[in-house]
């Protein structure tokens, strides 16, 4: 079992930026990749970015340039820094962390991002 703890998000104006944090605790020591997913209302769960244990990040174009994913894996956390924010990006972000090659997946509780002037 991973537990999965969000924070971070917030309201913040068009061009701001946020960063937010997940914390794992657990069976740490099984997670593959860690991945940053958004909801935005009437809309399906995407995938933001996510990294690998090696470090290996992939991205969704709309974000690219703008988002970094890191990961701290002594401090067993994610982090996505979101820079010049749109208010498209505004959404519920959840954490997502993959155990045993997708076998199993573990969600956090979400977190609200917010950009609107």
């Known amino acids: 079992q991973v537990q999965l703890v969000e924070s971070g998000g917030g309201l913040v104006q068009p061009g701001g930026s946020l960063r937010l944090s997940c914390a794992a605790s657990?069976?740490?020591?099984?997670?593959?990749?860690m991945a940053w997913y958004r909801q935005a209302p009437g809309k399906e769960r995407e995938l933001v970015a996510s990294?690998?244990?090696?470090?290996?990040?992939v991205y969704v174009h709309s974000v690219q340039g703008r988002f970094t994913i890191s990961r701290d894996n002594a401090k067993n956390t994610v982090h996505l820094q979101m820079n010049s924010l749109k208010p498209e990006d505004t959404a519920v972000y959840y954490c997502?962390?993959?155990?045993?090659?997708?076998?199993?997946?573990?969600w956090g509780q979400g977190t609200q991002v917010t950009v609107s002037s």
């Open positions: 997502k962390a993959v155990v045993l090659s997708g076998k199993y997946n573990y």
């Open positions: 990294i690998s244990r090696g470090g290996s990040t």
């Open positions: 657990g069976s740490v020591f099984s997670i593959d990749a």
